[in-house]
């Protein structure tokens, strides 16, 4: 999923069987579903309560309320209460609001199907909806084990409630996918991509289907789809590309599109 905000700040503004157990030690660095993030560390382990339910939100959140004034306090103490009473108010009125959006329209569940669309669907809708319900990201975690089921939620039972790992909601899809895809899935996805020809396809659906696959894999970037697209797309669009001035070391992926969808509504 690309272009995603920074998901450790809500408030600044997506085969065959896994089921491997302990960390994945495969494959590049780069990830095939979600940006990296990498702020929060995905290895240590987290100290606070994993309760995955809504009834816990707010007590570590607000806290205590803060003492009102009274007569016998300095101008100085009163100025501070008066601020602790601001903050806690706006508190208050931000935990009301999570509370009333997190019942509308949620996410659907996932239960760990080996299938990269639906995965990528569940994470762009998780994202989107804990980015506007303002939740942080201990709060982003806990929620996304109410939508999960089946293999999908004994990833969160293993690494969330009994491990307790500390994840930015990145790494926590990238961990998702690591346990629930076969160990081999990107490899296979890479021959996928290797092996995508235009064929009758038009030219946007060729991009998008190289860019798909592109995504699952994770370490390939726009380079590397524009010198695929240009090596097996259909001939005429090679030659008038050449005949333009254009170079596959050189064009960019906009300007690949916008020239081949041209060249395309003139054949």
Same mark, same amino acid.
């Given at each position: 999923?690309?272009?995603?905000? *920074?998901?450790? $700040?809500?408030? !600044? +503004?997506?085969?065959? @069987?896994?089921?491997?157990? /302990?960390? =994945?030690?495969? #494959?590049?660095?780069?990830?095939?579903?979600?940006?990296? *993030?990498?702020? $929060?560390?995905? !290895? +240590?382990?987290?100290? @606070?309560?994993?309760?995955? /339910?809504? =009834?816990?939100? #707010?007590?570590?959140?607000?806290?205590?309320?803060?003492?009102?004034?009274?007569?016998?306090? !300095?101008?100085?103490?009163?100025?501070?209460?008066?601020?602790?009473?601001?903050?806690?108010?706006?508190?208050?009125?931000?935990?009301?609001?999570?509370?009333?959006?997190?019942?509308?329209?949620?996410?659907?569940?996932?239960?760990?199907?080996?299938?990269?669309?639906?995965?990528?669907?569940?994470?762009?809708?998780?994202?989107?909806?804990?980015?506007?319900?303002?939740?942080?990201?201990?709060?982003?975690?806990?929620?996304?084990?109410?939508?999960?089921?089946?293999?999908?939620?004994?990833?969160?039972?293993?690494?969330?409630?009994?491990?307790?790992?500390?994840?930015?909601?990145?790494?926590?899809?990238?961990?998702?996918?690591?346990?629930?895809?076969?160990?081999?899935?990107?490899?296979?996805?890479?021959?996928?991509?290797?092996?995508?020809?235009?064929?009758?396809?038009?030219?946007?659906?060729?991009?998008?289907?190289?860019?798909?696959?592109?995504?699952?894999?994770?370490?390939?970037?726009?380079?590397?789809?524009?010198?695929?697209?240009?090596?097996?797309?259909?001939?005429?669009?090679?030659?008038?590309?050449?005949?333009?001035?254009?170079?596959?070391?050189?064009?960019?992926?906009?300007?690949?599109?916008?020239?081949?969808?041209?060249?395309?509504?003139?054949?």
């Amino acid at each position: 999923m690309r272009g995603d905000p *920074d998901d450790n $700040d809500p408030d !600044s +503004s997506d085969p065959g @069987s896994g089921g491997r157990e /302990g960390p =994945s030690n495969r #494959g590049p660095p780069h990830r095939p579903i979600a940006p990296g *993030d990498s702020s $929060d560390s995905s !290895s +240590s382990t987290d100290d @606070s309560s994993s309760s995955d /339910g809504l =009834s816990s939100f #707010g007590s570590d959140f607000l806290g205590e309320e803060p003492s009102s004034t009274i007569t016998a306090d !300095s101008d100085q103490t009163k100025a501070r209460k008066r601020e602790k009473k601001r903050r806690y108010r706006a508190k208050l009125n931000k935990l009301r609001y999570q509370q009333a959006f997190l019942k509308e329209d949620p996410p659907f569940t996932y239960k760990g199907e080996v299938q990269v669309g639906l995965f990528k669907k569940w994470c762009r809708e998780l994202r989107d909806w804990v980015r506007h319900a303002r939740l942080d990201r201990k709060k982003s975690i806990r929620i996304a084990g109410k939508y999960l089921s089946g293999r999908a939620y004994q990833f969160y039972e293993r690494d969330i409630l009994d491990l307790r790992k500390r994840y930015s909601l990145t790494e926590f899809f990238e961990a998702l996918f690591d346990y629930i895809f076969p160990a081999d899935f990107r490899m296979q996805q890479r021959d996928k991509f290797d092996a995508c020809r235009q064929d009758h396809r038009s030219v946007l659906d060729f991009l998008r289907r190289l860019q798909e696959i592109a995504d699952t894999v994770g370490d390939i970037g726009e380079h590397e789809v524009v010198l695929a697209f240009w090596r097996r797309c259909q001939p005429y669009l090679r030659a008038e590309l050449t005949k333009n001035g254009y170079d596959a070391t050189m064009i960019s992926l906009v300007t690949l599109e916008s020239e081949c969808v041209r060249y395309e509504k003139a054949k």
